[in-house]
């Protein structure tokens, strides 16, 4: 079955801090892999996506690598901000063409 | 931008009560999603349309659980009778079809957050 592990919280940085927030998943096949955030009291947007080994994906200095040979989707921020405080779900595919997410991993940036 | 449309934004009922929620998803959306999300998890799928159909209602707790998009585009998801245990966020979402979600993914609604006493 579908199953996405993600690294637990809360992670707590100081402004500027290189983020990495871990995703590993199991599937069938390679699916697609996606990064949602959530700010409080909101719906998940969209962070970030790839569609197949090996591609990057990137928004908002957010980026994530699709490495199928350690089924894994790790995202990272060189330089976080405050304003990046939220929520962040790995998520993926499935064969039925609906999103598996992760519990999801709490941030918090103090300036 | 186009968005997502849920309401209400909150709700508070009494167990044993009826609830229902209302998602108007983008224009030209075919496939529309209800995900509950309890606090401090990741949502969970409960029920996938494609257009008036259901494709996929296999976590849906049918026993008081229904969902409905009678003309394929606005739905509503309804609990009866409500229990404790269903306090949570119920997320709206919706996509261009099954072919799209690899290359573009979701867009959500701002949620319902259901609280039963």
């Known amino acids: 079955g579908n199953s996405v592990t993600q690294m637990e919280g809360p992670v707590t940085l100081s402004e500027e801090a290189f983020l990495t927030i871990n995703c590993t998943y199991t599937a069938t096949g390679y699916p697609s892999l996606f990064w949602y955030v959530q700010y409080p009291g909101e719906g998940l947007q969209l962070l970030l996506k790839?569609?197949?080994?090996?591609d990057k994906g990137s928004n908002k200095g957010f980026e994530a690598t699709y490495r199928k040979e350690t089924t894994s989707f790790h995202l990272e921020k060189g330089s976080v901000q405050v304003s990046d405080s939220a929520v962040y779900f790995c998520?993926?595919?499935?064969?039925?063409?609906?999103?598996?997410f992760g519990t999801g991993t709490r941030l918090t940036v103090i300036p | 931008e186009a968005e997502v449309a849920q309401s209400p934004r909150y709700k508070i009922t009494e167990k044993s009560q009826a609830v229902a929620f209302w998602c108007d998803p983008i224009s030209g959306h075919a496939t529309l999603y209800w995900y509950r999300q309890i606090l401090g998890q990741g949502p969970e799928l409960l029920v996938q349309f494609q257009d008036e159909s259901v494709v996929d209602d296999s976590q849906l707790p049918k026993d008081r659980f229904s969902a409905e998009r009678l003309k394929g585009v606005d739905s509503t998801l309804k609990i009866q009778p409500a229990e404790l245990g269903d306090s949570a966020m119920y997320l709206c979402a919706s996509s261009l079809g099954p072919q799209r979600v690899s290359n573009y993914g979701y867009t959500f609604g701002s949620g319902t957050r259901l609280t039963v006493v």
């Open positions: 998520a993926l595919l499935t064969g039925a063409n609906n999103l598996f």
């Open positions: 790839a569609t197949k080994a090996d």
